[in-house]
């Protein structure tokens, strides 16, 4: 594409960008209550403000464009300096009164808008807590009974239509979580509790990201969001009640015998297993996940092996080591984890 | 007089008056060029390298201030070059995560603290007493003191960043991320002294621009007919005062949590780390009106100048810029709606920061009116203008959604704020920059910039930042969040990233252009009379560029607009000392003459006295001690500074 | 006043911004490429009976024993591993005291570190299997700051957590004694 043709296109590629995919992380996503109610918002204000900046455009545009007359205009050569039109008093009247009163308009629509997606969210279905970490998201799903508890990590599955609270804590330093397709972001604090209420609205999946800078891997700091039909929720979730499936072939027993002894089980846990680390990611079901490393990979079997063997390389600076496993090591870790889905 | 006087005193009290009456004053019978090599005499600082040093003039303090602001811009547009490079593809792996962290940190830092506030500083410092019809700042010591902290500031930053230690904390460094666990070393400590460097700068300048405003003005240029410049700085002077404060604060209680121990910001020992935030923004918020509300009184200049007419509504205007002033302080909360405060207390700040638009919506609509009702010539500076309000505008409605708390919910922290901010501060407060610049040029100079050259950059620097930044809004509700090194791949952020990366070629191409221009027109540019512009208030009264003495007489001003409404000659008082400096104090709202102020010559002890609170200030971030044995050397240097000085010549008689 | 007070002044702060800085403030995110790894079982044996002449330092202690993310980390690992469990924030209980000038195994960090690697008697279990030898040097490096060993340019004051010892830039700087020259 030569140069030329490329910037021609650039305008409408520039539109066309917003509308032609799948807005699983975008705030056009409109996937959630809150979602939806931000979209409405934002278009009412986007008018009201279009409306006053083409009004400021037009006065700026006449003022240039006004055709003066010799001896008209009220300058200091025409030693009229000290006078001004009359009609600019009743002008910056209106003016002030018509700004004010749009802010006014804007401010109550805000304030509505706030009240709602507050009343929206009121009586929470579910209740999830997610406690951030550098640079990962620690999940879990509450429940009154703590057999019925689910541990996971970067990846969230909601029911569609149920309003869920997702309590935000904080291990460390300050993150925010912010899917966009579904709500706002809601900051984690460390030492304070602070929630977030979501509604979400339609079947898909959804990627967020930490919003609040915190530290060297903030940019790969995502995690998934999943929003299934009631059934196929209940499904997974019953699922990832059960604790970690026993390895089968060889390969996968070396695996485990590594995992289990060495130098995985000190920050990881895998439920059924003796491994109990409550420092990294629970990885009872981990390979059913869709990403790895909060979203720094898509999840595959070539993935693994690369994250595996040399994390730093792919999130440098994060709180996992490289270990340098060896060949025949790798393989086996590698075959245990695609097992524990 | 109603006491029987005795003769022996009344004869001394005449004796006194006759030795009163030999000393050479500047007119009646003293004028033309005598009085002027005279004043020149007196005026100029000593020669050489320690004459440079111990400058107090205030023009020369003013230059410096705007050519190392300057370069700062420079170095910190470089940085986002880099930061524009990294971030033109996706998955991008040029830059190192810690590099890019380093890179934000010192774009913000730099762009902030070392060029946005000393520019604003600098500018009003050289023209505030040429505008105001005097010969000096008041506190002139103070001012150049004031330079050096924020010149050793800069180097402090800049030398760790160059040296490989710099900040990479974000330029408000969040608590605990800057805390002493999750920033080792002493990388979060040298920003956070940067910071008490240039708050100590910016609120020494602080107090010599109040002073010069309310005592120093030419008699008879009432608070009603001050310039809306000066208005602006009055207001910014004491919004300085304010709210450096806060920062300063916060910024020692994070070196002392990082240095000592202390648990300020240490959630598990009843500290808070919101209590940062708090501190910060409170400042925060204030200082970007400190930047924005100087750009305002440029507008009000250059479009009083080239529409031929007077800013229309002069008492809005004012109340317009005291307001927002007030306002400014009102809103911090809404740098932290996602913290998860109450919220019903969040709709107050909504509201607060709504209405802080209003005053500033009345003034755009009476600079619009100015055009409206005079003719405007689209000379560079008002070119500026028109770019100013079509970009500011922008940025202040983006600002007006995302005071709405739901939307910024979305919104905060993503590159939506990025590209309101850059609205708000590169076409609200660098455009009017760089047309002031062009603007008073002359004055500083004595030649004029390149009208051509000022033209295209102008266009280039207008469109390259339209394409820079509007795409930034896309991006963010895209769901790019900030201050990442990196963004993936397939969810629609190639394209934005890619037109605002070229775009910042674009306008570095255009900085570099209007730096060409300045320095060309230095040795090419048409030599400039002292009133190029035809423009109407005292600064252009001086010559171009002004002796150092300012003025040869104080004039007296009648009017808003002194030089279109004089016929002939300004009218002028007499009688301030030639062999001294001295300036005249005026009371505080009519400016009646009321005492002369003898103004301090040439001293080295600013110099001397900065380098020993920089000593004090550097050292304490590697040991508490370094505030004992640091207050030393400092403590003799301000001593030194103050102590009283006799007049060199001859005293005044005192007559009892 | 320690003389490291007096080396924290005027001029010499500046020097100290310039000569300490490179490797104080470096960062190392991966330790060693990928297929040098200490094999389990091979820390060098670092206690040194009898008037034996010590083995010279080895060279990564410049990486880790002045350098403040390396402390840092060390600081972070301390708790997530439970040392605290058995040396609590260095004041010991089941395990001994590592804020104190007695070293029965020695207090270089080529001394801690293998004493972490390999285990010693009487509990102190082998980490050799369990961590990696960054994160080793890594605990070695924090370990040291708990006597006040490290310049106090490169310990962080405090972690954020509760209160538990003096902040580590105002602890004292304990000689570092074999744990046999009490008992002599």
Same mark, same amino acid.
């Given at each position: 594409m030569t140069v030329g043709g490329r910037a021609s296109v650039v305008p409408l590629a520039l539109a066309a960008s917003a509308c032609?995919?799948?807005?699983?992380?975008? $705030?056009?996503?409109?996937?959630?209550t809150e979602a939806r109610q931000f979209n409405i918002l934002f278009v009412i204000f986007l008018v009201i403000c279009a409306i006053m900046y083409l009004a400021v455009i037009a006065f700026l545009v006449a003022s240039i464009a006004r055709r003066r007359r010799a001896?008209?205009?009220? $300058?200091v050569e025409e030693g009229r300096h000290h006078e001004s039109n009359p009609l600019m008093r009743t002008a910056l009247i209106s003016w002030g009164a018509v700004v004010g009163s749009g802010l006014v308009a804007l401010a109550i629509a805000s304030f509505i808008a706030d009240r709602s997606m507050a009343s929206a969210a009121a009586n929470e279905k579910l209740s999830i807590t997610v406690t951030g970490n550098q640079w990962w998201w620690d999940v879990q799903y509450n429940a009154g009974d703590n057999s019925k508890m689910v541990r996971t990590a970067n990846e969230i599955h909601l029911p569609v239509g149920v309003p869920v609270r997702i309590y935000l804590k904080s291990n460390d330093v300050i993150h925010s979580f912010w899917v966009p397709s579904l709500a706002g972001k809601q900051d984690l604090i460390p030492g304070r509790d602070t929630d977030i209420t979501v509604v979400p609205r339609k079947v898909g999946i959804y990627r967020g990201q930490c919003a609040e800078f915190c530290g060297a891997e903030h940019a790969k700091m995502a995690l998934v969001v999943d929003v299934d039909s009631y059934r196929d929720f209940i499904k997974w979730w019953q699922h990832q009640l059960q604790p970690a499936p026993a390895p089968a072939t060889p390969l996968a027993k070396a695996g485990y015998a590594f995992v289990t002894s060495r130098n995985c089980s000190v920050c990881h846990a895998i439920a059924g297993t003796p491994a109990s680390g409550t420092v990294g990611p629970d990885l009872t079901h981990f390979a059913s996940r869709r990403t790895i490393a909060a979203g720094a990979m898509p999840m595959s079997e070539g993935n693994l092996y690369g994250w595996v063997e040399d994390p730093q390389s792919i999130k %440098?600076?994060?709180?996992? %080591?490289?270990?340098?496993?060896e060949p025949n090591e790798l393989h086996a870790v590698v075959a245990y984890l695609e097992t524990l889905k | 007089m109603s006491a029987h006087v005795p003769e022996r005193v009344r004869r001394e009290d005449e004796r006194l008056a006759r030795e009163r009456q030999k000393i050479a004053r500047d007119g009646p019978k003293l004028k033309g060029a005598k009085l002027e090599a005279r004043l020149e005499r007196t005026w100029s600082r000593p020669r050489g390298i320690i004459g440079w040093l111990a400058t107090v003039d205030h023009k020369e303090i003013g230059r410096r201030y705007i050519v190392t602001a300057l370069l700062f811009l420079a170095l910190g547009g470089v940085l986002a070059l880099a930061m524009r490079v990294q971030l033109a593809q996706p998955d991008s792996a040029l830059i190192s995560p810690q590099r890019y962290n380093e890179l934000f940190t010192m774009h913000g830092s730099t762009m902030m603290f070392l060029f946005a506030v000393p520019v604003m500083e600098g500018v009003a410092v050289f023209i505030i007493p040429l505008m105001l019809g005097t010969r000096s700042t008041a506190f002139p010591r103070l001012n150049a003191f004031s330079y050096f902290m924020y010149l050793f500031g800069g180097l402090l930053l800049w030398g760790a960043f160059l040296l490989n230690i710099g900040p990479d904390i974000g330029w408000f460094a969040y608590t605990p991320l800057s805390g002493p666990q999750f920033s080792p070393g002493k990388r979060a400590d040298i920003w956070a002294q940067m910071i008490t460097f240039t708050e100590v700068s910016a609120l020494a300048a602080a107090v010599v621009l109040v002073c010069t405003i309310l005592?120093?003005?030419?008699?008879?240029?009432t608070l009603a007919r001050m310039p809306l410049f000066a208005w602006a700085m009055l207001v910014v002077a004491v919004m300085i005062i304010f709210s450096m404060p806060a920062v300063a604060l916060a910024s020692s209680m994070l070196i002392s949590d990082r240095l000592i121990g202390t648990n300020f910001y240490n959630a598990y020992e009843h500290g808070d780390a919101l209590l940062w935030q708090h501190l910060f923004w409170f400042f925060g918020h204030p200082e970007v009106y400190i930047i924005f509300l100087p750009a305002t009184g440029f507008v009000s200049v250059i479009t009083e100048t080239f529409c031929r007419r007077p800013v229309f509504a002069y008492p809005i205007v004012v109340l317009a810029l005291i307001s927002t002033g007030i306002l400014a302080f009102g809103l911090w909360v809404h740098h932290m709606f996602a913290t998860g405060l109450p919220r019903v207390g969040y709709s107050f700040y909504t509201s607060a920061s709504m209405t802080v638009a209003i005053p500033t919506a009345l003034q755009i609509f009476c600079w619009l009116a100015t055009m409206w009702d005079g003719r405007p010539r689209f000379q560079v500076p008002m070119l500026y203008v028109v770019g100013f309000i079509v970009t500011f505008v922008i940025g202040g409605l983006s600002g007006v959604i995302i005071a709405s708390v739901p939307l910024d919910l979305q919104l905060h922290d993503t590159y939506f704020i990025v590209a309101h901010f850059h609205y708000v501060l590169i076409g609200g407060a660098v455009f009017p920059l760089l047309g002031i610049l062009t603007y008073w040029y002359p004055k500083i100079t004595g030649r004029m910039m390149n009208e051509t050259l000022g033209k295209i950059g102008f266009w280039m620097i207008f469109l390259g930042f339209q394409l820079t930044f509007f795409p930034m809004h896309l991006a963010g509700l895209l769901g790019m969040p900030r201050r990442v090194y990196t963004y993936p791949a397939g969810v629609g952020l190639e394209l934005p990233n890619l037109l605002s990366s070229i775009g910042a070629f674009v306008v570095a191409a255009a900085v570099v252009l209007f730096v060409i221009n300045g320095l060309f027109s230095l040795y090419r540019g048409a030599v400039a009379p002292s009133n190029p512009w035809g423009a109407s208030t005292l600064e252009w009264a001086a010559a171009s560029p002004p002796r150092p003495y300012n003025f040869a007489h104080i004039p007296v001003v009648e009017s808003r607009t002194p030089l279109w409404d004089a016929e002939g000659e300004l009218p002028v008082v007499t009688g301030l000392r030639v062999d001294e400096k001295e300036i005249l104090l005026t009371t505080v709202v009519a400016a009646t003459p009321d005492l002369r102020e003898p103004v301090p010559g040439a001293s080295l002890w600013p110099l001397i006295a900065a380098i020993a609170v920089g000593v004090l200030f550097v050292s304490s971030i590697f040991s508490p001690w370094a505030v004992v044995f640091g207050a030393i050397p400092a403590a003799i240097a301000t001593a030194a500074w103050f102590w009283p000085k006799e007049l060199k010549r001859h005293p005044e008689p005192v007559i009892s | 006043m320690s003389s490291r007070c007096r080396a924290s002044f005027a001029f010499i702060a500046v020097a100290a911004l310039v000569a300490g800085a490179c490797n104080r403030e470096e960062r190392h995110s991966r330790a060693k490429p990928i297929g040098e790894t200490v094999p389990a079982g091979e820390s060098p044996d670092t206690i040194w009976p009898g008037g034996t002449v010590p083995q010279?330092?080895?060279?990564?202690a410049k990486l880790y024993d002045n350098n403040a993310p390396a402390i840092s980390q060390g600081q972070q690992l301390f708790t997530q591993m439970n040392c605290v469990g058995c040396h609590s924030h260095g004041g010991g209980g089941m395990g001994p005291a590592l804020m104190d000038d007695e070293w029965r195994y020695g207090g270089r960090i080529d001394q801690i570190a293998t004493s972490i690697a390999e285990g010693r008697p009487n509990g102190m279990p082998s980490w050799r299997s369990k961590l990696t030898t960054d994160q080793i040097w890594q605990l070695a490096a924090y370990v040291r700051s708990l006597s006040g060993q490290p310049s106090k340019d490169a310990v962080s004051s405090r972690a954020e957590a509760m209160s538990n010892a003096t902040p580590q830039t105002l602890a004292p700087r304990e000689p570092a004694h074999t744990s046999d020259t009490a008992e002599q």
């Open positions: 032609s995919y799948q807005h699983y992380q975008s $705030t056009f996503g409109n996937a959630a001896g008209e205009a009220n $300058t %440098p600076g994060s709180k996992m %080591p490289t270990i340098g496993l | 005592k120093t003005r030419a008699p008879g240029m | 010279t330092l080895d060279p990564r």
